[in-house]
Structures are given as structure tokens and as C-alpha cells.
């Protein structure tokens, strides 16, 4: 394959223009956007690459295939963070610990002196915990416009503007369609999932990996980043609402106060929301349409599954074949 | 069993949030034969259609919407949600919760009571979210309600049935009118408990959604639902004190 084209510059989009890219490929990306922003839900992302963590929940093939995700973005020049992931509960919730650890593979059972140990600013505030190692995490806005500065860099070509893919600037080789929700002008199964999340700005605490509070109502993530600042995630509602929610920030906030009362003395520094494109299982596809791939259906898992999904969608372009995420032939 | 004049195929409901997945969800459905989904609209809503993809799936699923108005604190708020109810659904039908304790998420008696007499006045068939508490069943039959849905214990704790005295005097003071053991349930075994009580179905979602296999509970749940009515119908036998052998020992040859 000499020339393709990616519509879509969000972390499928690109994740896709750097695997073209690799293979020597001529790659134009096409975004009515100019930059990573708001737009896409890539931006809103936590940036967690916690594969088993998620395996709680999620099917088997996000928690093999995002094994890779770390070692993928790193090796793009991302600053990927490899300290695992802490868990804990709120006291009367401490059976959520056990649940957990039997689903999640890979738990190390924690009491308050491995929580403080890892976590200083967390001691005594929980008497036990889980550290699930093996997991990492990323600025997922730095990374994003790392991933493309680095591309551009290598020659690849972005273009921007409404109607870009259209007319006399038409798409030319194979086309990766990676416009995720917007893309369900093709997909009919594909729907949106809203997620809200919060960041906030705390000179007061410092932690070095995120950590999750289950919670049978309000499970919490946050996520550490550069500056102070403390991604929270995400709520997950099925509707593709994308307002800012009273209720979302109510819970968001509630929750992490209850893993540490400084939170109540951050700097609320943005509230955001949007909404994940999935499909009905909730995992990641590939179809092929004519001269066209889809790639979408990441759900919460943009960054976890992009890199896998991206090579399997450059792998069958290349050879024809049908990789794992594919579908049967939708042409 | 029968609801407001419409059979009802399965003693089983499902609720349909906290599934991993829509896909989850269907095949948890599948399994468990359930004749009736409840559906929140508060939550998933957000106005102008946002929730409808969710709905849409509801749909498919082929059974009976019961909408709920789950999360509703007031008189207010869940008569408003189950107007948008009937509209998005197209159905009377409402299970009417009124929250009156965020920590427990206990219904509020009072405002359940006034909530279902304007309900019924506007032509809703109410299933009312109540405790086991008899005069609050009087009061809400005596608003027009014709099912009720007693607790089994709190929303989503899993701990069976809390209060069985509760529950067989509820039964026995209103023998004809359907009832629904809805929350709280956590094992078949519970579900089996509450049909052998001789209420007339169950319903639950935690229990499933949050299994490590919704779709292999649902089938559980979906047994001992069936094997608690059957043990009703049989008309059990009384639990007494002294041994009984059911083959009769007089005239064997020895007896040590």
C-alpha cells in the first residue's frame, strides 16, 4: 500500500497514520479540526493503561490486547508512566476490595502501611488496598499532540477544515475511517456512551499513579498528572448527551473528597463531557466497506486499544487478511 | 400472572442498568426468560432524545417496559419523569419510586402515596416501590394502585429477604392483590424464598448485572424463580419437631 488516507485525527486516527506511517506509507489525515481539542473525545480521556483493571468489567480481548498499549506509546515518544494502579474502598465498602481482587488478575493485597508506602499522602486513610502492577498511565492531550508533531514531522499531511475529504481533495488509497461517533452516518450500530470528567489543581496532595475508589454508586478514578493537576473519571451514562451535568460533578467531587478531604480545597479547573462511540459488546471493531476501513467502537478505551486496533486495520489493508477485530464483510 | 388486565408470561423481571455491555444485557435477557425490563429514564435521559439508542435496545429486547423513576426524590420529580415515561414509551404503566433516604435509598411513604393517587388520577397503572409495611399497602391500594412492589431489603445491598415476618404479613393481609418482591436481592436462593412466600414474582438487576456472569445468574435466578412456585403451588409441607420416616417401621422385623 502506497497512499492512504485516515479521516479522523482523534487517537484512532492517529494511532492508524502512525502505523501507515512506519510501513512507508503516504499518509494525508483529513480533520475539520486543525489540532487535538475539545472536539473529540480523545481529549476528555484519563489516559489510565490498565488493562487488567478493566478486565473487571470489560471482555477478554481488551485485557490481552491492551497489554501492548504502554510499550506502543512509549516507543512513539510519549511520556508513559509505569507505577500500576492503586484501588481502594471507602471502610464499609471493603468487600468491594474482594470482589474485585478475585476478578482482576494479578492483585497484590495491600494494608495502610503498603497503601502509605506507595501513596504517602494516602496514609491512614485506608487500611487496605490492591496494587495492580503492570499497568501504566499517560497525558493523554500530550500524547496526542506529541503523536502528531511527530508525524507531521515525518512527513505525513494534515489537512483541516470542513469539508476536508471532499471535492477536488477527495481521499485517495485506501481510506481508514476513524471519525469515531461521527462516523454513524455508516454505523448504524454504533452508539454513544457519555462520560463526564473533572480536572482539578492540588498544590496540597501528590500522588504518583492512579488510583481507583470503588464505590457501589460513585466508582472514581483519578488520575495524576504534571503541574498538580488530578484528572477524575469518568462517569458512564447511556446517552449521547453532552452537557455538563450537576449530578456528574455532585458525584465526581463527593468521590474524591472521600479519597482525600484536600480535594475540597483544589481549584476546580475544568469540568468536561462527551460521548464514547461504541458498539453493542462494547469492543472495538474494524470493517471494511469498499475501499474503506471503519475503525471504532473504542469506547473507554482509546488509548488501551487504539494501538492494537490501528495495527490490525494497516495489517489487513496490507495483506488482505482478517484480523481479529474485523467483521464479516459488511461491503 | 396478570397485571392491570395484561398476562404476564415470566414471574421473572430484570432491571437493565450496570450491565458490562448492551450485548451483556440482551443475552442476560435471553437466559433468564424475563417477561418484563425496567428502565430508568431519569438517568439515562438528558433531554431532547439523548437516551433514545438506549431505549431503542430496550425495545429490541422484545419484552414488556416497565419505566422507572428511579432516582426521583420528590412528589414532583417522578410524576414530571413519568409523564416523560408514558410519551417515550408508550405505555401506562409506571413503577413509581419516591426516594425518602439517600443513604438507603428507603421509599418515602408519604410522598409514594400522594405521588400514585395524582398518577392514577392522570390514567397511569402504578407499581408503587414500598416497604413491607401494611397500612402503606392500604393506602396505596386504596389510591388506585393494583400491584404493589415490596422490598426485599435496600436497592443493590444483595441481602435477601431482611424482614420475612414483614413480608408473609403483607402477603396474608392482601391475598389477591399481585405483589412484586423488587430490590435487594442478591441469590437464587433468595428469589426461590421470596416465590415460595407466595408473592407473585421478583425483580432485580444488581444481582445480575454485577455477577461475573450476568447471563449464567439470570439462568440461576430464572430456575429458582420457577422452583419457589412450583414449591407454592404444591402447597408445601409444615416443618414439625418430631421425626416422621416415610416408610412405616411397625412390622419389620426389627426395631433397634
Known sequence: MRRA??????????????????????????????????????????????????????????????????????????????????VVTPGRDR??????ARRVEGCERLDADGVAALEPDLAGRFDRGLLVRGEAHLDPRAALAGLRARLEGEGVRFVAGRGAGRGPGR?????????????????AD??????????????????????????PRFPLYVVPRDG?????????????????SVRAALELLSAAYALHPAFAEAELVEHGADARPAFPDNLPRLRRQGDTILVNGLFRHGFLLAPALAAQAVQAACDGSRPELMDEDHA | MEVYGTAVASRLMLGTAQYPSPQVLAEAFRRSGAGIATVSVRRESGGEKAGAAFWELARGLGVAILP????????????????????LFDTPWIKLEVIGHADTLQP?????????????EDGFQVFPYTTEDVVLADRLLSAGCEVLMPWGAPIGTGLGLTNVYGLRTLR??????????????????????????????????TAVAKAGDPAAMADGFARAVEAGRLAFEADPMEPRDMAAPSTPVIGKAFLE
Open chain 1, 5 to 86: 488516507t485516515v479521516l479522523g485525527a482523534g487517537v484512532a486516527g492517529l494511532c492508524v497514520a502512525a502505523e501507515l506511517a512506519a510501513r512507508g506509507c503516504e499518509v494525508t489525515v483529513l480533520d475539520p479540526a486543525p489540532a487535538p481539542g475539545p472536539h473529540g473525545c480523545s481529549w476528555w480521556a484519563g489516559g489510565m493503561l490498565a488493562p487488567f483493571c478493566e478486565g473487571e468489567t470489560a471482555e477478554e480481548p481488551v485485557v490481552r490486547l491492551g497489554r501492548q498499549a504502554a510499550d506502543w506509546w512509549q516507543a512513539q515518544g510519549a511520556t508513559v508512566e509505569r507505577r500500576g494502579t492503586l
Open chain 1, 95 to 100: 468487600r468491594e476490595l474482594d470482589r474485585f
Open chain 1, 171 to 187: 481521499p485517495e488509497g485506501t481510506v481508514f475511517d476513524c471519525r469515531g461517533l461521527a462516523a454513524r452516518d455508516v454505523l
Open chain 1, 190 to 215: 454504533l452508539r454513544g456512551v457519555k462520560g463526564e470528567m473533572v480536572v482539578l489543581r492540588s498544590a496540597e496532595l501528590r500522588l504518583s499513579r492512579p488510583v481507583r475508589l470503588l464505590h
Open chain 1, 228 to 244: 498538580g493537576l488530578f484528572m477524575l473519571g469518568a462517569t458512564q451514562i447511556e446517552s449521547e448527551d453532552r452537557r455538563r
Open chain 2, 68 to 87: 422507572n423513576t428511579a432516582g426521583c426524590h420528590s412528589v414532583k420529580e417522578a410524576v414530571t419523569t413519568a409523564h416523560m415515561a408514558r410519551e
Open chain 2, 108 to 120: 418515602d411513604p408519604f410522598g409514594l402515596v400522594e405521588a400514585a393517587r395524582i398518577l392514577v
Open chain 2, 172 to 205: 396474608a393481609q392482601f391475598p389477591d392483590v399481585p405483589m412484586v418482591v423488587d430490590a435487594g436481592l442478591g441469590l437464587p436462593s433468595q428469589a426461590a424464598q421470596a416465590m415460595e412466600m407466595g408473592f407473585d414474582a421478583v425483580l432485580l438487576n
